[in-house]
């Protein structure tokens, strides 16, 4: 029997920099002259103007839409039907991951040419060949999968270090830092914090979020903004995200207003690990990054406090078509729920909560 095949996938162009969108019309302008612009609220705000400013004179028809949030089938068909009514060549998503699934979705249904134009760099979604779709009551619904990837990615790094603020997680899960009155941690200019051991400044990955304190573009934020955006969403394509996904696909089930998508994965990311039967070693090396950059380590910091939250959470994420079961030996709920609790524990016992 032949195992799987070794492919790559990537979107087929990729641009990023300094006000990139006052050249999108030089970039994109081969796919049409009717352009659809699925965008977020604060997409919007931040994008329309340079985006109009890119067309100069040209007489380009351009309609931008507000969608509703949320990658839903309602909103899918309401763009769907606007793509066939205005006789639309390409559809642009404007905005974060949801916006950009509901753009990809459109064009795919519709065959259609898609743009990305991502407006923050914390989700794999602009590079990746697939949707996340939820129902209209916001559950998770499925993986829309696609034969191929976007026909483009244009970021804009001024776009990105405007619309990127600090992590307020960071306070309640790294104690001995100091922090600004705008929420950043304080630093030195080695990078040295006021806690032992945690440093804040001096590569890349600190060095972009000190620029971003300050909306500046900075070698080290086109640096990180790169990582984020292309070569996370391009290793998310070409891996098997698994467990970790799936866990926060069961999570939208509970209707947690305030379980972001990275914080799920991340926990989800140490649920992984016990399943794996990861060394102590390992599993402490993840969850001591968490800590770090203030992501969740325990259930409480997404909003789940039951085993009845968390059944509902393991029986989701193992439906048929979830990632989870590229896992070897695949998962069953009962397994699935036993890691939560264990990764939940480890997570309270490094919190110095309650005893591992």
Sequence with gaps: MMGRLRAMREPLKYVQGRNALLKFQEEMGYMGTRWLF??????????H??????????????????FGGVSSHSEIDKMKAIVEEDKIDTVVA?????????????????????VIIPTVAATDAPCTGLSAIYND???????????????????????????????PLIRNTTEGLTFTRKG????????????????????AVTGAAEACKVHAVTPALEAI???????????????????????YNGVTALGIAHADHGCCVAFGTLVQLVLEGAT?????????????????V????????????????????CVPGETIHNLAGDVQPIELYDAILQADAMGKHALGQTSC
Aim: hydrophobic share 35%; charged share 20%.
């Design 184 to 203: 950043g941690i304080e630093a030195d200019e080695g990078g040295v914090t006021a806690r032992e051991g945690v440093f804040a400044g001096g590569d």
């Design 49 to 66: 103007d340079k985006l109009e400013e890119s067309f100069g004179q040209r007489e380009d028809y351009r309609r931008y839409e507000i």
């Design 94 to 114: 404007v905005g974060g991951g949801s916006a950009v699934d509901t753009a990809k979705a459109t064009a795919f249904y519709t065959g259609k040419h898609i």
């Design 280 to 296: 102590q070693e390992e599993f402490d090396e993840v969850q001591n990054f968490c800590l770090e950059v203030g992501l969740p």
């Design 38 to 47: 699925v965008c977020s609220k604060s997409g919007y705000q931040a994008c």
């Design 225 to 247: 903004v790169e990582a984020n955006v292309y070569l996370s969403g391009v290793g998310a394509d070409n891996v098997n995200c698994a467990a970790a996904h799936s866990f």
């Design 137 to 167: 009551d916001h559950s998770f619904d499925k993986y829309l999968f696609y034969p191929t990837n976007p026909d483009a990615v244009l970021v804009d790094t001024v776009v990105i270090a405007i619309g990127t603020s600090p992590n």
């Design 298 to 317: 325990t259930l409480a910091e997404i909003g789940v406090t039951t085993k009845e939250q968390i059944a509902s959470i393991a029986e989701h994420a």
